[in-house]
């Protein structure tokens, strides 16, 4: 009788250990909210990754996987140069166009054994623009207890591969149904705060821009939260 229940014990035993747990892994809300008036988002980008991996870096060149979203919304190279990265623990990506006053919710699940070197960054396009994104870096998935909540104001950044010329023809959103992205590379090469859209209403007669998809900073709030 000893023996039986000391079989059925080592059993049970086997059995949670092969099948773990929730314990082992720590999941992530990422809720991003658009505050501009008249600029549509492209899918978010979401990756919780070590410290050395960056989507970009103020004041140098933006990636061709950068570049495809900043120029055309394009996420997908983006996370297909994650794919085999031992350095990204999880990915995330919106399920369309995110529209002015309107919020999503991303979960991203990692192992706990990867928090103490996890951080996210997370980068979306604003669509009536030539080529300006906002993102966030860098946000220590470690430092958030269960429940707790880490809230950041994001601005705009230009991605640098694209002049902002707002021309007919040249931005990929509702404003003017124009070109994405382009290969070649017209403006100052490197990734900056974004100076904002200038429009017709601010004088820049040949803009196919209105008022209302002019912008300060910040255009976006994302908020993250750690739920288990």
Do not use: W
């Amino acid at each position: 009788m000893n023996i039986r229940i000391a079989t059925l014990a080592l059993c049970s035993s086997l059995l949670l250990t092969a099948c773990g747990g929730d314990d082992d892994m720590a999941t992530f809300e990422l809720t991003v909210t658009n505050i501009t008036s008249a600029q549509p988002f492209s899918p978010l980008t979401a990756i919780a990754a070590a410290d050395d991996f960056q989507i970009f870096r103020l004041a140098e060149p933006a990636s061709e996987a950068l570049e495809q979203i900043a120029e055309g919304g394009d996420n997908s190279f983006l996370l297909a140069s994650t794919e085999g990265d031992e350095r990204v623990f999880a990915t995330a990506s919106g399920m369309g166009a995110l529209m002015p006053g309107m919020s999503e919710t991303l979960t991203l699940s990692l192992p706990v054994e990867d928090l103490d070197n996890a951080y996210l960054s997370a980068v979306t396009m604003l669509v009536n623009t030539n080529d300006a994104i906002t993102a966030v870096h860098d946000i220590s998935l470690s430092s958030l207890a269960m429940g707790e909540s880490h809230r950041v104001m994001a601005r705009a950044y230009d991605a640098g591969t694209e002049a902002n010329s707002e021309a007919q023809g040249s931005i990929p959103g509702p404003a003017d149904g124009g070109e994405g992205f382009n290969a070649e590379r017209d403006d100052t090469g490197s990734v900056r705060v974004h100076p904002g859209v200038i429009s017709m209403a601010g004088g820049k007669a040949d803009s196919v821009l209105s008022e209302v998809h002019r912008f300060d900073n910040p255009v976006a709030v994302f908020s993250l939260t750690r739920i288990e």
